[in-house]
């Protein structure tokens, strides 16, 4: 009777098979394109209207390409499904072979009574967001037929795809991507601990759609072509699903490994070890590019979370939201893992059972036995066994739970001031969890020069710290033109600040 | 005028309706049997269910509001009549399309007399009509956000910045429709809105989905109307005023308006209405009266378009120029040139109400009344010869247009 209820009564609108069908068009927008009058369609079709069984149909995918806004209507009174975004723009999209689709401008709260024609013709690129859920048990639906205007926060960028060149070296990044979402919050007073912003999602974000925003800005700044890699892991504490992986839906989304039939020949899981469940991975990923039957030569490794935290919670001034990939592997790489130690013990200092909505911690003793104990111990261990001592490093970064730890952390070690700050994005954009390493490191890699070595040191509560050493390589340089930096990002001016109750909301949307 | 050149299709000898509104008790089944028995009694010379030998119904929201299938099953048991019965669904033309197929029936020499009915019972669906209603529309355009009066209010929007050159008139023409076809309403006995809205109160109505107010929008509504139709041959054995539908016309294009070429213009409504002036070699300018369908103002403008009345990007200007010059009028016609057209004089789907699959019949109910000089209070008092019923589904997807003469 159970189940009879949770279907009936539930709300599971849509079809599973349905869903399924739908993610093959709408992930990447994908039309057919007749080959012989270059007329589209879209969802695909079969044969062209004007050349009938003459026809010559090839798919075309618009993910990475630019539109424009045909027409539109600010929507104050939507349907049901959409009642959580309270009001938006709905519009007709056109590419600029004239082709035209329906989408829903995102990362926008359009006045009611905006001038519609103040809009028609504006530049918009495609992101991957939430359509709508199926109340609290059923599907989440995801879609690329959504828009932010590339005139604003979000900027468009092209994806080529350049031939890896044939020197094989030390594995390590090839490249990466960070995404944080456009809208901040202030942190008012000092309960904080140094966090003066942070960021949100939008009420259409989470951690399944920064995975795919963080992956789609690596494979640009790679310029590698998606079907090489063969391996992701999504490591977050904060999944869509409790069962159903992340890592499937960016890899349909941007198509990761051989493409077979409506799959790929590629793999991967989610992991999950609360704020080190990506950076555990990148040991794993430059492994397994070295492993001969692996059969591929790139792995992904996102972390990415859209931090919980109770309501009022001493946590609750420093969540942040966002995702950070790499690309590891051995050609064109732009930083080398040259040194690692990881170090675990079973500390319970933070914790969230199932079907909890938000994590629990041990207060005061998150600190010294957790944090403090497991990141020392790691980075102090990687620096011995590579030989190296804190002025062989250029830069330093730690786990952000908030501004104050790290630089506590790594000054106990022996890094200055110069070597800690340039790591410390988390002040600005708060504590992604899973993302928090990642993200900083992004920031590192965004203006470190040739030479340079990046020590490293996550920390996952339950517990445990990764610390790596990277070197920077001069490739780093030649790939920076395809990145949006984190600088760019933290201080875009289209940010926009939110009072605490949006921001409440957006948290539970997503 | 040279009408009635070709032979007619079919004559209307009976016509009935319900009132439009929010008709809390009634099921749908109650409305349509109403609506039945309306038209078999307003049949002059009187007619017996038993002469029916065929029924064609339109329908939108049977299956999902109440849940149930088999329509010609449930209908068959409301009647008591054993005689096979045709559901169309076609959303808001369910009704013009349930017409057109019987004129088929009628054409091929299949049955002679038969009745035709279109209900809808939208109230019963509660605050799940404005997911309900997208089912007319491409699923992409409901993942996009959209709701009909947001499809409408991109048409709107391109319009008015391709042909609006930027002047307030444009937008003022807009409410200008709404404000007409509610005062062609006042006497309306069955009209679910009998209440006089300036084009500045349409202005100021709350939005719904910009450009587009909450009075640019048809309302909710429950309904059903049903018309006789019998051959041209027979039509005095019922009654000494047939009104003769001289021609039966239904296009149909893409349900999604992104891949449509042009989202100013219906196709449908062009395709539709040149055919069915070509069936009765009339133009537009032997039309006097037309029954639009004005889901939301802006189909309204582009029917007078679309049919050829006002030239491409035009419209806004004659209503704007023809509601000033008229509004003082009972029925305030649309002027071109030396041509009036009188657009829905009962109110249309603004004012008189729009339960989806009964407004393609309503259409023409309207029209025999007037043609017949028995509309009573709204009746246009102009001797009338020809009507015209323009029935819309979804963003312009189908169109049945169909043209009525005494």
């Given amino acids: 009777m159970q189940f009879a209820q949770s279907t009936f009564l539930g709300g599971k609108k849509m079809s599973e098979p349905i869903a399924r069908r739908q993610s093959l068009t709408d992930y990447r927008i994908t039309a057919s394109k007749c080959g012989v009058c270059g007329s589209v369609y879209f969802p695909p079709k079969s044969f062209c209207n004007n050349e009938g069984r003459a026809s010559k149909m090839i798919k075309h995918d618009y993910l990475y390409e630019k539109g424009s806004f045909y027409s539109g209507s600010v929507i104050s009174a939507p349907t049901n499904k959409f009642k959580y975004l309270d009001s938006y723009l709905s519009c007709l999209i056109e590419f600029n072979d004239g082709f035209r689709v329906p989408g829903r401008v995102t990362d926008h709260t359009p006045s009611e009574t905006a001038d519609i024609s103040k809009y028609i013709d504006r530049p918009l690129v495609p992101r991957f967001r939430r359509l709508y859920a199926d109340g609290e048990d059923g599907l989440v639906y995801y879609s690329s037929l959504n828009y932010s205007f590339a005139d604003e926060y979000y900027p468009y960028q092209e994806y080529t795809e350049i031939q890896p060149s044939k020197e094989i070296e030390r594995p390590g990044i090839v490249g990466y991507g960070a995404y944080i979402p456009k809208y901040r919050i202030k942190n008012e007073g000092d309960r904080a601990a140094g966090v003066k912003e942070r960021t949100l999602p939008y009420a259409d974000e989470d951690t399944t759609t920064f995975s795919v925003e963080a992956g789609k800005r690596a494979l640009i700044h790679a310029a590698l072509n998606s079907s090489y890699i063969k391996k992701v892991h999504v490591g977050t504490e904060s999944p869509t699903y409790a069962v159903k992986p992340i890592m499937a839906t960016v890899t349909q989304a941007l198509e990761l490994g051989e493409k077979y039939e409506d799959g790929f020949f590629s793999g991967g899981v989610d992991t999950q070890f609360a704020c080190k469940a990506a950076t555990d991975m990148y040991i794993d990923a430059c492994a397994l590019v070295n492993y001969p039957q692996f059969g591929g030569e790139y792995a992904m490794i996102i972390g990415s979370d859209n931090s919980q935290a109770a309501p009022g919670d001493a946590l609750d001034y420093t969540v942040g939201a966002g995702a950070t990939a790499y690309i590891f ?182 | 005028m040279t009408i009635n050149q070709s032979k007619p299709i079919a004559a209307i000898v009976g016509a009935g309706r319900t009132k439009f509104g929010e008709l809390w008790y009634d099921d749908p089944e109650k409305l349509l049997f109403d609506a039945g028995l309306n038209c078999m009694q307003s049949v002059d010379k009187g007619i017996h269910r038993n002469q029916l030998e065929a029924c064609y119904f339109g329908s939108f929201l049977y299956q999902s509001t109440n849940k149930m299938g088999l329509v010609p099953g449930h209908m068959a048991k409301e009647l008591g009549l054993n005689v096979p019965i045709t559901m169309t669904e076609a959303a808001c033309a369910s009704g013009g399309s349930a017409i057109y197929n019987a004129c088929m029936a009628i054409r091929s020499g299949q049955y002679d007399t038969v009745l035709v009915g279109g209900f809808e019972k939208m109230t019963d669906r509660s605050n799940k009509i404005s997911d309900d209603l997208m089912f007319a529309a491409d699923p992409n355009e409901f993942g996009a956000g959209y709701t009909f009066p947001g499809l409408y209010a991109t048409m709107m929007a391109r319009y008015m910045y391709d042909y609006g050159e930027g002047k307030q008139e444009c937008e003022d023409a807009m409410a200008m429709v709404a404000s007409k076809n509610h005062h062609h309403a006042i006497k309306n006995e069955y009209a679910q809105f009998r209440r006089e809205f300036t084009p500045e109160a349409i202005k100021k109505s709350s939005l719904v989905a910009h450009p587009v107010r909450l009075l640019h929008c048809s309302p909710v509504s429950d309904g059903a109307a049903a018309l006789i139709l019998t051959t041209p041959e027979k039509a005095h054995t019922y009654t000494d005023t047939p009104i003769y539908i001289l021609a039966s016309q239904q296009a149909t294009n893409d349900v999604s308006l992104y891949t449509r070429e042009s989202i100013t213009s219906i196709k449908t409504t062009k395709l539709a209405t040149a055919a069915a002036f070509k069936e009765t070699n009339l133009t537009y300018k032997d039309i006097q009266i037309a029954e639009v369908h004005d889901c939301f103002t802006v189909e309204e403008v582009m029917f007078l378009e679309d049919s050829g009345y006002y030239e491409k990007g035009t419209a806004w200007k004659g209503i704007y120029e023809s509601y000033e010059a008229g509004k003082t009028k009972k029925h305030t016609p649309y002027i071109n040139e030396q041509n009036e057209l009188i657009v829905n004089p009962g109110g249309g789907l603004k004012a008189d109400g729009h339960p989806v699959g009964a407004t393609g019949v309503r259409q023409l109910h309207e029209a025999w009344v007037q043609l017949r000089g028995q509309a009573g209070g709204q009746q246009v008092e102009s001797g009338l010869n020809t009507a015209l019923c323009h029935n819309i589904g979804g963003t312009g997807a189908i169109c049945t247009v169909h043209i009525l003469g005494r």
């Fill in chain 1, 329 to 510: 592997g051995r050609r064109d790489v732009i930083a080398t893992l040259d040194h690692y130690v990881s170090y675990t013990s079973d500390t319970p200092d933070f914790y969230r059972r199932e079907h909890e909505k938000y994590p629990r911690h041990g207060g005061r003793f998150t600190g010294e036995p957790a944090y403090f104990k497991h990141v020392k111990t790691s980075m102090k261990a990687c620096l011995e066994k590579s030989g190296l001592t804190p002025k062989d490093i250029q830069y330093v970064i730690c786990h952000s739970p908030n501004a104050q730890f790290p630089v506590r952390a790594a000054t106990e070690v022996g890094f200055d001031k110069t070597q800690i700050e340039p790591g410390l994005v988390g002040q600005k954009i708060g504590n992604l969890y899973s993302g928090s390493c990642p993200t900083s490191l992004a920031a590192i890699l965004d203006i470190a020069f040739p030479g340079d070595k990046i020590l490293m040191t996550s920390y996952g509560s339950g517990a445990g710290s990764d610390s790596y050493i990277f070197t920077v390589t001069p490739k780093n340089e030649e790939k920076r033109n395809r990145l949006v930096t984190m600088k760019e990002q933290v201080e875009n001016p289209f940010r926009e600040y939110v009072d605490y109750a949006f921001y409440r909301k957006m948290k539970e949307s997503a």
